[in-house]
């Protein structure tokens, strides 16, 4: 059985802080790793897209990717509270599955 | 591009009725996905399919089914709806990242 776990949170931060979001994966043959936010009563909009080993940078975000350890994570710089939201891990193979997510609040 | 279209917005279904929820995509992708999110909770994947003809299980497959005779739609099907079906239901494509539906709000009574 294929695994994604996030770290449940929820996760509170400081308006220009940065936030850390974790997520680990059991199939060590998956290649895709995605970060999507998601507003309260919305769809998921991806964030982020990651294949190889190491970082990954696009504004205020950057995707961390471990294949070794099975590790994806996300780190959001200058946190603001539009930011609050659920993020969400999903590992792509043929299926794509997601994380239960981890729920920011990023307080003014 | 309307892009991927969900219908209906909202269902309430009667214990044992029966529905589907229909999907369309005009965007001409191969893969699409079925997912249901229940409240606080993360997307679980129902079903997924690769290409016309093709489907297989995902994570909570029991209590629905699906079919894909085209490319373009991919609809759900719940047969004996119970109480644990109450969900929000997205449907999805894939080219390089997920292009989701609205979402189908599906209370079971």
């Known amino acids: 059985q294929k695994e994604v776990e996030q770290n449940s949170g929820p996760l509170s931060v400081p308006e220009g802080a940065i936030a850390s979001l974790n997520c680990t994966y059991s199939?060590?043959?998956?290649?895709?790793f995605f970060w999507y936010r998601q507003y309260s009563g919305k769809s998921p909009e991806l964030i982020m897209f990651i294949y190889s080993n190491g970082d990954k940078e696009d504004g205020r975000f950057t995707a961390q990717l471990n294949k070794a350890s099975q590790y994806v994570s996300l780190l959001i710089r200058d946190s603001q509270p539009s930011d609050s939201a659920t993020y969400l891990c999903?590992?792509?193979?043929?299926?794509?599955?997601f994380g239960a997510g981890t729920r920011l609040t990023v307080k003014p | 591009n309307a892009g991927v279209t969900q219908t209906p917005k909202f269902r309430i279904l009667k214990i044992g009725q029966s529905m589907t929820l229909q999907c369309t995509q005009d965007m001409n992708h191969n893969y699409m996905y079925w997912y249901r999110q229940d409240p606080g909770m993360g997307l679980k994947l129902i079903y997924y399919s690769v290409g016309a003809g093709i489907t297989d299980k995902g994570e909570v497959p029991n209590g629905y089914n699906v079919s894909r005779s085209t490319t373009e739609d991919f609809p759900l099907r719940l047969e004996l709806a119970a109480p644990s079906q109450t969900s929000v239901y997205f449907c999805?494509?894939?080219?390089?990242?997920?292009?989701f539906g609205e979402g189908s709000r599906l209370t079971v009574l």
């Open positions: 199939d060590r043959g998956s290649q895709s």
């Open positions: 999805a494509s894939l080219h390089g990242e997920l292009f």
């Open positions: 999903a590992v792509k193979d043929n299926d794509m599955r």
